[in-house]
């Protein structure tokens, strides 16, 4: 079976600008959940996806939004970018979801903002 | 809230030396608790979790021991390698996602 794949690897935006990173999940995982890795905060919870609606939400600002499509796929959105939001974002899957169950992660991609 | 306490970093180590990482948690309820491991340029992979106290998850020669009394997690392999380097994550689930701790970089050097 395919890895979690995440696209694209590397992005550098700047200040005031928006992004997307795309997520696909093992086939036939329906959970999807995102990750901010940063040197200061380590790893933090964004939010989860499961099969399309958005179950959990961690404790970030609403310029940090997602969705899940049919096909499980999940897309990130950051608009007005902060030299802060730099970062690796992280995705994992898992065919239920749920925090006691195993997560397999993408590779991530990492986020420069100028 | 919920949290994990992780052993600071970075730990450099000999080929074939005896290797642990601390881990505490504190939690509501009875959590899971897992290590992860992430190599260079990679996602994190699960390396061994437990699921109850007194459970001892088991991968790869690392063994870790869910005990309650101490609320601790500790990571431990009787004889490192080279390809064990890496950085080690514990990490407990709350009630909706996984908490991390900050993570541990491993160098072993031959």
């Known amino acids: 079976k395919a890895g979690v794949t995440q696209t694209p690897r590397y992005l550098i935006k700047t200040r005031g600008q928006q992004v997307t990173l795309s997520c696909s999940p093992i086939s036939g995982h329906r959970s999807v959940s995102w990750y901010q890795q940063t040197p200061g905060q380590g790893l933090q919870f964004l939010f989860e996806y499961f099969s399309e609606t958005q179950r959990n939400k961690g404790n970030f600002p609403g310029r940090f939004s997602g969705r899940q499509f049919s096909n499980s796929r999940s897309e990130m959105n950051v608009s007005t970018l902060e030299l802060g939001d730099s970062a690796l974002y992280l995705c994992a899957s898992s065919p239920e979801g749920g925090a006691r169950n195993e997560q397999f992660f993408g590779p991530g991609t990492r986020l420069t903002v100028l | 809230g919920d949290s994990v306490t992780q052993m600071e970093g970075p730990v450099t180590l000999s080929e074939e030396a005896f290797l642990t990482i601390n881990c505490t948690y504190t939690?509501?309820?009875?959590?899971?608790l897992f290590w992860y491991v992430q190599y260079p340029g990679e996602g994190l992979q699960l390396l061994l979790k437990a699921t109850k106290a007194d459970d001892k998850g088991s991968n790869k020669g690392f063994e870790a021991t869910y005990r309650k009394e101490t609320t601790s997690f500790h990571l431990e392999k009787g004889s490192v390698q080279v390809s064990d380097s890496a950085v080690y994550f514990c990490?407990?689930?709350?009630?909706?996602?996984?908490?991390f701790g900050t993570g541990t970089r491993l160098t072993v050097i031959p």
């Open positions: 939690a509501t309820g009875y959590p899971s």
């Open positions: 990490a407990l689930s709350g009630a909706n996602n996984l908490f």
